[in-house]
């Protein structure tokens, strides 16, 4: 927990430093609000388990945290918004210059997908 922790914050900080430098983009933001999101909810997870039956209680904070990281999830669909930004930027998605939607490659027997 402690390897994800300290991975979050360097991720935190090389982004920060990018937005210092004025480099940094969208895909960027979009990727470090996935993976952060998504490791501390999985470090709740982990303190919940490690618990037991108290990290259900109102004794610890470990719910009241991860309720509210799953209304994040939830509410704003975190990770499935951030991972269509991040999957827009990879190799092998391109915008057409007819329209601004996503187009998948065409794969053999298939027909493209357009998302949005």
């Given at each position: 927990?402690?390897n994800?922790?300290s991975?979050?914050?360097?991720?935190?900080?090389?982004?920060g430093?990018l937005?210092d430098?004025?480099?940094?983009?969208?895909?960027h933001?979009?990727?470090?609000?996935?993976n952060?999101?998504w490791?501390?909810?999985?470090c709740a997870?982990?303190s919940?388990?490690?618990l037991?039956?108290?990290?259900?209680?109102?004794?610890?904070?470990?719910?009241?945290?991860?309720?509210?990281?799953?209304?994040?999830?939830?509410?704003?669909?975190?990770?499935?918004?951030?991972t269509?930004?991040?999957?827009?930027?990879?190799?092998?998605?391109?915008?057409t210059?007819r329209?601004?939607k996503?187009?998948?490659?065409?794969f053999?027997n298939?027909?493209?997908?357009r998302i949005g």
């Amino acid at each position: 927990m402690a390897n994800e922790i300290s991975k979050a914050q360097l991720l935190a900080l090389h982004v920060g430093r990018l937005k210092d430098a004025g480099t940094v983009g969208h895909e960027h933001i979009s990727l470090i609000k996935r993976n952060n999101v998504w490791m501390a909810l999985e470090c709740a997870r982990i303190s919940r388990d490690i618990l037991g039956a108290n990290g259900i209680t109102d004794d610890y904070p470990i719910m009241r945290h991860m309720m509210n990281l799953e209304s994040v999830i939830t509410y704003e669909g975190t990770h499935d918004i951030h991972t269509l930004i991040s999957a827009s930027t990879s190799p092998g998605f391109r915008r057409t210059r007819r329209n601004s939607k996503l187009r998948v490659p065409t794969f053999a027997n298939s027909r493209s997908l357009r998302i949005g």
